[in-house]
Structures are given as structure tokens and as C-alpha cells.
């Protein structure tokens, strides 16, 4: 027998599952989201473990779901020190590096941007050759200067052999203290979004390292001895090394907790699922248990990048909500008083009309300090001088309407499925929604994101370009597989568990003969 804990980071509030061997949940909490972090974790994790009442020696694993990463790039705190390298002149000056950056994020991260020779056509012909000498000179100039280097070339995601070279002349300047992020390894195939993905990744390296570090030190005061991992933005598992490697692979890991964990509360492997917090409703498309990627270049902190994001439509419905009435009716939002619930709210004694004042009213919500039922239905109905019936009405209208579009949004085509509901706030929800075949409200709804960490497997993928003049595809595709199960082998995964998520063979438009392969593959973890 041995034990799980689930962890997830939010915003206001830190949620922890621990959970036993055949994923049974045994004890649950919601504490505040502290400044540090750290504390709320392990007051999160201090509440479950004496909850459960349960020997700490057999608590094998814990997993963080955590927004420390998307928190450091909207708040623009603790970043490293970037430099970046594009390789392709003659090609790509017109275009200067981080030319769609916010001004405020380019201020703090484009102080040593350098272009030096080399990329290669669409076509795989070489623009032109590295110059050794070049690049020598801009690396030596960044030393001492810089925390981390992002190294970008032209068409470098087909063939990245001038990024790995320029890599191992960085390793042999800089040393091993500054971090080096290729771009072939974390974006698609368009240069400049995949620049800009590889340094957003170069500056959160830090970040990262701090956060695995605190949550280590966090486990060791606590006196366990787990294995720890960290959640990522496909549903699946991190290494405290590859985190610190790919911390920009993190972002919106909370969605994709809950879209897991919700899936698995409602034991339903295809569905839509909406998760309502404190300010927002945030919907996802569950495909075969997994969150469906989204196809769209992504903009994060102001950014637009393209590399791997799960597909989630967000709108302003949450606990928080602030309502207003006018001739036109109702208007849900778009601001929220998040978590000065208790200080702004109407039930609380505040000024502020929000969607959770109507669900305390009508003993939907119960929440330490809130007014009473019937007092509180009376002070909504003064305020805004209607029969409290009437305005539920009207509430409960808006918020079908902006959730039926949410779905709308969130389908590609006209069949009904079912919605699943999760988060803190899905009493919000409405019982039927126009588009859905059915709307579940699974048990323990409330903590599916911290679920969604502790039930997830670890992945690993990879990906190379091959000439199939040259080698034989089916040997390499089987080469290809036998290396991403080694890996997840070395990082604890069952040998029995793993499961193929994704292979894929694409032939290169343009480069006759030339095929990348990609293989995905995934699985449990094992037990010692």
C-alpha cells in the first residue's frame, strides 16, 4: 500500500488531494494561496497528511500543479538575465529579435540581442555557414552579463545541428552556471514565435530552479522521503530536472488539472469541462482523458509564442463576478473582486454586488461570516428595488447565456456532449446548458485540479528529421520508441504502464525524402 498528494497552486487558493494507491480520495483541503507560496503548500499538506491520519513513510509521491511561472511573467518578477542568439544572416535582419514584445518585458529581457551567419532555407539549403569567430565574439561579450541563453536559427526545428553547435561553444564560454535553451527543443516551426517561446523559456529558468528548490525544502521539513514531480501543460508529469530545464512548458498546467481530474471524477473520457473559480470560468476539451492542444499560437504575458498550450477558452464568470442592473438588463463583469470576496462582497457587509451574493441568498453557497438567508435576499432586493425572484431570474439568465457561448466556442461540430463541472465556484453552473448532452457534477468536484496532479503519468516525447534515401523509417521510428521508453524507465515509470500517446511520420514539404518523426508515450508511475 502507498499514497499520493496532490497539490495545486491557484491564485487565491492552494488545493492538496492525498490519495490512495487505487486513486481514492481520502482526505481534501482548500487553504489561501500565501505570498511565499511555500507556506500555503505545506500548510496544504500538513492538513491532509493529519487528516488522513495515515504512517508519512508510505506517501510515495507528491505532485504541484503550480503558477509560479505564469505569475513571474505577468507580474515581470525574478527573471534572469536573457541573452539570445538568432542564427540566419544574411536572412532575418529586418526583423529584429523580440520585436513584438511588450515594451516593459523587452526593457527587462533585450539588453543583449545578437544576429550572427547561419540558417537554412525552407528547402534545407544552407543560407549560410557559421562563423565560429563570430559567435565567439557575441558569447564572449555576454559573459558575466547573463543568467541564461536562448539560441534560435532559421528552420532549426527541421534541422537543428547550428543550434546544438552553437550550444556546445556557449557551454565551453559561459560555463555551466549559465542555462542554455534551444529553440528546437520547445517551439514549432515559425521563427519568430518560436524565438519567442525559447527566451520566455531562457528567462523562467531561474524562477523554476528557486520553486523546485523551495519545494524540496518544503517535503524535507515535513520528514518525508517522496518523489516529487511537477505537473505540465499536456495533463501529464515533469522531473524536477526538466522543469528546471523547460519551466515554460508549466504554463496553464492549472487548467489541464482539472480537465484530467474532472475527466476522472466523472469516469467520462470525452466531454467538455468548465472550471469556476473566484474570477473566471475556464473550459477545456477532454480528448481520450487528455486536454485537447490547442492549434493556435498563444500569447503569454503579452507574448505570442507557439509552442505546446492546451486548448482553453476563459470567460469572466466566477464567485467573485461583480453584477450590475440596468434598463438593459443584467451584465456579469467583466471584473471581479477575486479574493476581497469577504471585504467587498454584499453578504460580507461590503459595497460590491457579485454573483455570489445571489447563491448565498439562495443557500447554494455556505461561506463562514456571510450574512443570512433571508436578510441578505431583502438587502439585494432594496438595492436594487426588484422582487429577489425576479433579479435570480435575470442572474441566472446572464450566466447561461455567456456559458452556452463558452461551449459553443469550445465544440467543433453539432453533436451534443456532456459538460462536466469543477472548481470552487460550480454552483454557479447551470443544471442544463443548450449543446450539451448532459451537465455532471462529479464528487469532490471542488478539488479536481489538485486530483488532476496527483492521478497524472509521466511523459516523455521526442522528435528528429530523418532522410528516408538514407535510413530505413520503420528502424528509426522503433529506434525513436525504444529511446522515450528508456527515459521514462529512468524516471520511475511502471515498465507494463506505458502507453503510446503519439507517433506521428511527416514528410517535409519541400525536402523530398525528408520525414520528421515524433513519437509521445506515457505511464504510470512506479511503486518501490
Known amino acids: 500500500m502507498f499514497y499520493k498528494i496532490g497539490i495545486d497552486v491557484g491564485g487565491t487558493n492552494t488545493d492538496a488531494v492525498l490519495v490512495s494507491q487505487d486513486n481514492k480520495i481520502l482526505a481534501k483541503t482548500k487553504q489561501s494561496t500565501t505570498l511565499d507560496v511555500s507556506s500555503g503548500i505545506e500548510n496544504a499538506l500538513e492538513e491532509v497528511i493529519s487528516s488522513a491520519n495515515i504512517p508519512t513513510d508510505l506517501i510515495q509521491y507528491i505532485m504541484l500543479g503550480t503558477t509560479h511561472c505564469t505569475n513571474a511573467l505577468v507580474e515581470r518578477k525574478s527573471l534572469n538575465r536573457v541573452g539570445a ?114 527566451i520566455l523559456n531562457a528567462a523562467l529558468q531561474g524562477v523554476a530552479t528557486k520553486m523546485v528548490q523551495a519545494f524540496q525544502e518544503t517535503v524535507t521539513r515535513l520528514n518525508l522521503d517522496s518523489h516529487l514531480y511537477i505537473g505540465q501543460n499536456d495533463g501529464t508529469l515533469m522531473s524536477l530536472e526538466q522543469v528546471q530545464n523547460f519551466p515554460v512548458l508549466t504554463i496553464s498546467s492549472g487548467p489541464t488539472n482539472s480537465i484530467r481530474g474532472a475527466g476522472s471524477l466523472s469516469k467520462v473520457d470525452n466531454g467538455i469541462v468548465i472550471d469556476v473559480g473566484g474570477t473566471t470560468s475556464d473550459g477545456g476539451v477532454l480528448v481520450n482523458y487528455f486536454p485537447r492542444e490547442s492549434t493556435r499560437a498563444a500569447q503569454i504575458g503579452g507574448v505570442l509564442t507557439n509552442f505546446r498550450m492546451p486548448d482553453v477558452v476563459s470567460v469572466g464568470i466566477g464567485g467573485g463576478t461583480i453584477v450590475r442592473f440596468s434598463d438593459e438588463g443584467c451584465t456579469l463583469g467583466p471584473d471581479s473582486v477575486g479574493y476581497r470576496l469577504k471585504e467587498k462582497a454584499i453578504a460580507f457587509g461590503g459595497d460590491e454586488l457579485t454573483l455570489s451574493d445571489f447563491f448565498i441568498a439562495e443557500k447554494l453557497l455556505e461561506i463562514e461570516g456571510a450574512k443570512d438567508c433571508d436578510s441578505l435576499k431583502e438587502d439585494i432586493s432594496n438595492l436594487l428595488d426588484l422582487p429577489f425572484l425576479q433579479v435570480i431570474k435575470l442572474v441566472r439568465a446572464a450566466i447561461k447565456n455567456h456559458i452556452e457561448k463558452l461551449v459553443d466556442k469550445l465544440k467543433t461540430d453539432a453533436a451534443d456532449i456532456p459538460v462536466i463541472a469543477c472548481g470552487g465556484g460550480a454552483f454557479l453552473l447551470p443544471k442544463e446548458i443548450s449543446g450539451s448532452s448532459k451537465v455532471i457534477f462529479p464528487d469532490h468536484l471542488e478539488v479536481a485540479n489538485a486530483f488532476g496532479a496527483c492521478i497524472a503519468q509521466f511523459s516523455s516525447e521526442e522528435e528528429m528529421v530523418i532522410n528516408t534515401a538514407e535510413v530505413d523509417e520503420k528502424e528509426e521510428m522503433e529506434k525513436l520508441l525504444i529511446k522515450v521508453e528508456r527515459k521514462l524507465l529512468k524516471n520511475g515509470v511502471a515498465d507494463d504502464s506505458i502507453n503510446i500517446l503519439l507517433k506521428e511520420s511527416m514528410p517535409l514539404a519541400y525536402l523530398p525524402g525528408v520525414v520528421k518523426l515524433k513519437v509521445k508515450l506515457c505511464g504510470d508511475l512506479a511503486t518501490d
Not at 95 to 106: E, G, N, R, S, W
Not at 176 to 190: N, P, R, T
Request: aromatic share 6%; proline share 4%; glycine share 10%.
Open 85 to 198: 542568439i538568432r542564427i540566419g544572416l544574411p536572412a532575418s535582419k529586418a526583423v529584429p529579435t523580440m520585436v513584438d514584445y511588450p515594451d516593459d518585458l523587452k526593457e527587462l529581457l533585450g539588453k543583449h540581442l545578437h544576429l550572427v551567419h547561419g540558417g537554412y532555407e525552407f528547402d534545407g539549403r544552407l543560407i549560410s555557414p557559421l562563423d565560429h569567430e563570430e559567435i565567439k565574439e557575441k558569447l564572449i561579450s555576454m559573459k558575466g552579463e547573463i543568467d541564461s541563453l536562448a539560441i534560435t536559427g532559421i528552420f532549426s526545428k527541421t534541422l537543428p545541428d547550428q543550434e546544438k553547435q552553437v550550444a556546445v561553444w556557449a557551454s565551453e564560454i559561459l560555463g555551466d552556471k549559465v542555462k542554455i535553451s534551444c529553440s528546437y527543443e520547445i517551439g514549432g516551426l515559425g521563427l519568430l514565435e518560436r524565438e519567442n517561446a525559447c
